[in-house]
C-alpha cells in the first residue's frame, strides 16, 4: 500500500506542512514518489536554452502568437521525463494495451513488401478508401464514392488551447469571464486543417464550442480564420445513483443565435466532445443544423471517438440529418476506432464540393500518408465487424471509467459523468497540498489545475491533464483497470 490516508490530508481540511502529512504516509516501492520528501527541485534552463539567448532572433509572424503556438504547452510541462517513473500516466493518449493483431500484421505484411514502402495517392490507398467506404455507406444511409467523398489524412501535432469563457461558470466553484481553460491533446487530422485552408479568408468567423480540442484554435488562426466561442455549460444537475456525479455540460442556444454574424463561415462539432466527453443527443444537433441551414454555414462534424458512446446512447452522425449531408465534413480517425495514436492516420468524408478543395489543400500540406498504417488501417476496417472488435473495446473502456468513477465517488469529488470519448473531467476545487510544498517554475503562476495535477502526479502516482485555469483536471481511460498492485490497494485506488 502506498499510501493511508491522503485522501483525508488532500481533501476539504486545511492543507497541512509537508512533514505532517508525510508522517501519515507508508511507504512505497523504493524510489517511488510516496518514498521521498515531498517538495522537488524545480525545472532548471537547461545551457542550450541559455546559450540561445545570446544568439540574433528574427521577428515572427503575428499568427504563432494570436495562434498560442508559442505558449509552453501543458505536454513541455507534464512531460514523462519530468515525472515519476512508476507514475500512472492517465494524462496522455499513451495505451498500455497494443492494437489488434491482425492490424499490426498487415502493417508488417506492407513494411516487407515493395510496393507498400512507396508514396501513396494523395487521397490515400485504394484499399483504405474502399475499406472505408464499406464501413461507412450503412451509417451515412448513402453509397460513398470513394474517388470523390473520401480523403484519407495524416495525424500532425500537439499543443496548447486557450478557451475564453463569456459567462460565469454555472457549476460548483464559479468561474469568472477572464479565466482561460488550456488543453493539449493528442492529435489533429490535416484534412481538418486543410479543409480551413480550403474555405476560410481573412476574417471568417469559425464557431466552435469550449472547451475544445487543443489544435482547432492555432489552426483556425493560421488560415486566417477568426475563432468565435460559444461556451458549453457545466451542469449542477446530479446523477441518478450516484454521490459526485453530474449530468454532462449544456449548450445555450441563444448564446448560440448570438455568435453567428455575416462573417461566420464555418461551425466545429465535436462528438463524442474531447475533453467533456458529451454526446450531442439528436435534438441538440437538428437545432444546430436548422442554423447551419439558415445561416448557410459549412459543418465540421469531428466524430474520432465514435465507437467510444457509453450507456447505449445514439452517436448521430451530424451529415445524415436532413440537409446536411451537402455542408457537413465529417472527421475520423484511425488512432482512435483502434488505440493507435501513433499511426497518425484518419479521414474526412463529405459531398465533393468540400471533399475536393480539402484534397487540393492537403496534397500541398503532406502530400500523402504513410503506407504501412493505411493497411493497417484497412485491415482494421475490414476484419473489425466479424470480429466484434468494437463491441469488445467498448465493454473494456467501460469498465476503465467505471474504475475512476468508483475512484471520485469514494473520495466525494465532483465530476462529470462521460457518456463518450475517453475524458473524465474532474472538479479538483477541494483539493489541498502543504502551504509549504514547492512547485517547479513551469507550474508557479498558472492556474489552481496545474497545481494538482504536478502534486497529484508527484505524490499520488497519477498524471492527469489540467483542462483549464481553475478547477478541473482531466483523465484518460486509456490504461488498464487491472493496475499495478501498490496502486490498486491504495485507498482511493488512483
Known sequence: MRFRSVAANILSGPASPCRSLSRKLVPGPPNSPLSRPFSRPCISMSVAEAEAKKLKTFP??????????????????????????????????????????????????ALRSTEGNHYSPPKGRPRLREALKEFYSPQFGRELDPETEIVVT????????????RHPHRGAGGVSQQNRIKQSSSMIY?????????????????????????????????????PIYVPLHPSTEAIPGTKAGKKTWEVDFEELQRAITPRTKMIVLNTPHNPVGKVFTRKELERIAGLAEAHDLIVMSDEVYESLVFDKREH???ATLPGMWERTITVGSAGKLFAATGWRVGWVVGPPALIGPTLAATTRIVFCTNSPMQEAAAAGLEQAGARGFFETQLQEYEERRGVLIDAFERLGMEYAWPEGSYFILLNISRLRWPE?????????????????????????GVSSIPVSEV???MFLLSRSALMPAHHANSKVLL
Do not use: H
Open 316 to 318: 448521430v452522425r451530424f
Open 436 to 460: 509549504e510544498y514547492s512547485f517547479p517554475a513551469s507550474v508557479q503562476g498558472r492556474g489552481k489545475d496545474f497545481r494538482a495535477a504536478w502534486f497529484m502526479a508527484n505524490e499520488i
Open 190 to 226: 490535416p484534412g481538418q486543417y486543410a479543409a480551413w485552408a480550403a474555405f476560410l479568408e481573412p476574417g471568417d468567423e469559425v464557431i466552435i464550442f469550449e472547451p475544445f480540442f487543443d489544435q482547432y484554435l492555432p489552426s483556425i488562426v493560421f488560415n486566417g480564420g477568426k
Open 471 to 473: 478547477r478541473l483536471i
Open 154 to 165: 495524416s495525424g500532425a501535432n500537439e499543443g496548447e488551447l486557450r478557451v475564453r469563457r
Open 60 to 109: 515572427f509572424a503575428s499568427r504563432l502568437k494570436d495562434g498560442r503556438a508559442l505558449a509552453l504547452d501543458v505536454w513541455s510541462v507534464f512531460n514523462a521525463a519530468n515525472l515519476p517513473s512508476d507514475c500512472i500516466n492517465l494524462g496522455q493518449g499513451y495505451m498500455n494495451f497494443p492494437p489488434p493483431s491482425w492490424t499490426r500484421e498487415a502493417a508488417e505484411g
